[in-house]
């Protein structure tokens, strides 16, 4: 089994900053790509950030020179430093990974159970 455990969530106002912070467990080959996604009320899961292995990183542009993804491959950890926060990047947000379990071939998609960001206006 893999598990993804977030933490760092929580209520900021307009301006502030959040560090997210979320460490995969469980009987890990290797870790490939990893992000952060967010979902609003009545809207879609959307790309946030996301960061390969080699350490190459990919922005929504709504976020571009606020937020910064980055990851720890010896702790299995990825983070997401919230900067100049925004009402409208209040949402759900989800940590994914792919991950190669020992023993098997090739990565399979992971999701964490999600912290919730309020950002007041």
């Known amino acids: 089994q893999v598990q993804l455990a977030e933490s760092g969530g929580g209520l900021v106002q307009a301006g502030g900053s959040l560090r997210l912070a979320c460490k995969v467990s469980g009987s890990i080959f290797r870790i490939y790509g990893m992000g952060w996604y967010r979902q609003a009320p009545g809207k879609q899961r959307e790309l946030v950030a996301a960061?390969?292995?080699?350490?190459?990183?990919n922005y929504d542009d709504s976020v571009k020179g606020r937020f910064t993804i980055s990851r720890d491959t010896a702790k299995n950890t990825v983070y997401l430093q919230m900067n100049s926060l925004k009402p409208e990047d209040t949402a759900v947000y989800y940590c994914?990974?792919?991950?190669?379990?020992?023993?098997?071939?090739?990565?399979?998609?992971?999701w964490g159970q999600g912290t919730q960001v309020t950002v007041s206006s």
């Open positions: 994914h990974a792919e991950v190669q379990r020992l023993g098997s071939v090739g990565p399979t998609d992971y």
């Open positions: 960061i390969t292995r080699g350490g190459i990183t």
